[in-house]
């Protein structure tokens, strides 16, 4: 019988979300795999996560491919996209984390190219008159990824209710983010 490596990702990330500290003994149990078998497919913890890093980035990119970012105003494009993060949430909590990911020459591409199109539409709404000009689209950008993360968190420790992600992390933002008529 042939490996399902998606559902061994999908089982590590599922357990690193909620145990960042899983040893490679405790991923390969929860796949329902031996440890040898882990090995094989990936050398250590830093392939594994590199192979998680791969599918969030994936994922993400399949989120705000959904979201349709250039549709509609700004807001609404970044209430889609939380919207359609969300089950991706708690892999890109885990990655956050990960220090590994963001030192040096080995960062991937990919979180450059997600951080283009979420800052693009950050930017469309400073353009339009929706958010405020003093917050950098870059500055936007890193607010939802940790508003993301925090809010998959405390969804995971049962302090928010899975159905109120998507309003307490965008409403939160762009609650920051709106231009208000000044006084």
């Given at each position: 019988?042939?490996?399902?490596?998606d559902?061994?990702?999908?089982?590590a990330?599922?357990l690193?979300t909620?145990k960042?500290?899983?040893?490679?003994?405790?991923?390969?149990?929860?796949?329902?795999?031996s440890?040898?078998?882990l090995?094989?497919h990936f050398a250590?913890?830093?392939?594994?996560?590199?192979?998680?890093?791969?599918?969030?980035i994936?994922e993400c990119e399949?989120?705000?491919?959904a979201?349709?970012?250039?549709?509609?105003?700004?807001?609404?494009?970044?209430?889609?996209?939380?919207r359609?993060i969300q089950?991706?949430a708690g892999?890109?909590?885990?990655?956050?984390g990960?220090?590994?990911?963001?030192?040096?020459d080995?960062?991937?591409e990919?979180?450059q190219?997600l951080?283009?199109?979420?800052?693009a539409?950050?930017?469309?709404?400073q353009?339009s008159?929706?958010f405020?000009?003093?917050?950098t689209?870059?500055?936007l950008?890193?607010?939802l990824?940790?508003?993301t993360?925090?809010?998959?968190?405390?969804?995971l420790?049962?302090?928010v209710?899975?159905r109120?992600?998507p309003?307490?992390?965008?409403?939160l933002?762009?609650g920051?983010?709106?231009?208000?008529?000044?006084?």
């Open positions: 019988m042939a490996l399902d490596r559902q061994v990702l999908r089982s990330a599922a690193l909620r960042s500290t899983a040893t490679m003994d405790e991923v390969a149990k929860a796949a329902g795999i440890r040898a078998t090995h094989r250590g913890r830093d392939a594994l996560v590199r192979a998680l890093e791969a599918l969030g994936e399949a989120a705000v491919d979201a349709r970012l250039d549709e509609g105003p700004a807001a609404e494009a970044v209430r889609r996209l939380v359609e089950p991706a892999l890109l909590a885990f990655l956050y990960e220090s590994q990911l963001w030192e040096g080995r960062q991937n990919g979180w190219r951080d283009a199109r979420i800052g539409v950050f930017q469309r709404g353009r008159g929706e405020r000009i003093d917050l689209p870059v500055w950008t890193e607010a990824y940790g508003l993360a925090s809010c998959a968190w405390a969804t420790d049962g302090r209710a899975a109120d992600f309003t307490m992390v965008a409403e933002l762009l920051g983010a709106l231009r208000r008529e000044e006084s």
